[in-house]
């Protein structure tokens, strides 16, 4: 399968500003310890301890003359469980597919707008023009302090009621950026320059993809 390249996904008059990864460490660390892990934790507990007592349950006593149960009596309840346990498999399954997929996460600015590309399974790139964005902000949390790194968000305008509410769905969000500084600082350029009147120019967003 052909893996798509955001480079070659942008507008033809669009000149590359910046490209960039979230940091590995910090993305993995995030896919483990997230609100999932408790529930995961919780949920494993109490199905280990109904196998458990499942199993003892059904093993004879040492002093009854019956063979001790072969695999086929445990089948259904071994079926079940795997079923059962599936909240347990999507949180392992986000942190393996963190762990894969940490080089497809891609985030991109041009002289234009911001682009997210979101690998895997599926793949998704989204764009958004700087004329749709209100305001950019950068947040750090607990494993962004601890490795470096920060959190920008890129604030899009609210068709309904253009509140300055923290609308998950009107965010785009470059996670987990290493030189977070350098980026927001020219994130916010390219907006305000993007917001100047038409024949108004700054010569400082002429650098190029490398910056």
């Known amino acids: 399968m052909n893996e798509i390249k955001i480079e070659n996904m942008i507008g033809p008059s669009e000149t590359i500003m910046w490209k ?9 660390m995030e896919s483990i310890f997230n609100p999932m892990l408790f529930f995961s934790l919780i949920w ?51 942190i393996i597919g963190s762990i894969i997929n940490h080089k497809k ?3 991109l ?29 950068f947040k750090r949390g607990l494993f962004d302090n601890i490795f470096g790194v920060g959190d920008i968000y890129f604030n ?10 923290r609308n998950q769905r009107n965010m785009f ?19 305000q320059e993007a917001k100047l009147p038409d024949g108004e120019e700054e010569s400082s967003s002429r650098d190029k993809f490398g910056y």
């Open 20 to 28: 960039g990864h979230p940091d590995k460490k910090c993305f993995i």
């Open 109 to 137: 600015l041009t002289d234009k707008a911001v682009y997210i590309y979101h690998g895997g399974l599926g793949s998704t790139i989204m764009r958004i023009e700087y004329r749709d964005i209100e305001y950019i902000s």
């Open 156 to 165: 899009r305008y609210n068709e309904i009621s253009y509140s300055r509410k």
């Open 105 to 107: 996460e891609t985030f």
């Open 173 to 191: 969000i470059f996670k987990d950026i290493p030189d977070f500084e350098r980026v927001y600082q020219k994130a916010v350029r390219l907006l």
């Open 44 to 94: 494993l507990l109490f199905d280990l301890t109904f196998i458990s007592a499942l199993i003892n349950s059904m093993m004879p006593s040492p002093d009854a003359d019956v063979p001790n149960p072969g695999i086929t009596d445990f089948l259904p309840y071994i079926l079940f469980f795997s079923i059962h346990l599936m909240p347990v498999w999507i949180y392992l399954g986000g």
